[in-house]
């Protein structure tokens, strides 16, 4: 199970902290990521991290967000964005990769011109 946090309205240039916590029948994960989705578009990565830090971005958020695993629980993923677009508007869903992909339920962000 993936819960996802933190999603809401903000005004362009603002910033938000998304928090994914993973558990249940999660483990050895390998990677936690940030995908999006905004309507009538198909999901996208946005951020990636995996079990041994290594991270990717996709091109349109490098340099405004950050993906990060908390060091004292390590199935949770945050991703700051920073510098917010209205085309980051979006349902952002949080992946776990195990043996299998983890999705959560999704958390809107909406950011306003």
């Known amino acids: 199970q993936l819960v996802e946090s933190g999603g809401g309205l903000v005004q362009a240039g603002g910033s938000l902290r998304l928090t994914c916590t993973a558990s249940?029948?999660?483990?050895?994960?390998?990677?936690m990521g940030w995908y999006r989705q905004a309507p009538g578009k198909q999901r996208e990565l946005v951020a990636i991290v995996t079990a041994g830090g290594r991270t990717n971005y996709a091109d349109s958020v490098k340099g405004r967000f950050t993906i990060s695993r908390d060091n004292a629980n390590k199935n949770t993923v945050y991703l700051q964005m920073n510098s917010l677009k209205p085309d980051d508007t979006s349902v952002y869903y949080c992946?776990?990769?195990?043996?299998?992909?983890?999705w959560g339920e999704g958390t809107l962000v909406t950011v306003s011109s």
């Open positions: 249940g029948s999660v483990f050895s994960i390998n990677s």
């Open positions: 992946k776990a990769r195990d043996a299998m992909d983890h």
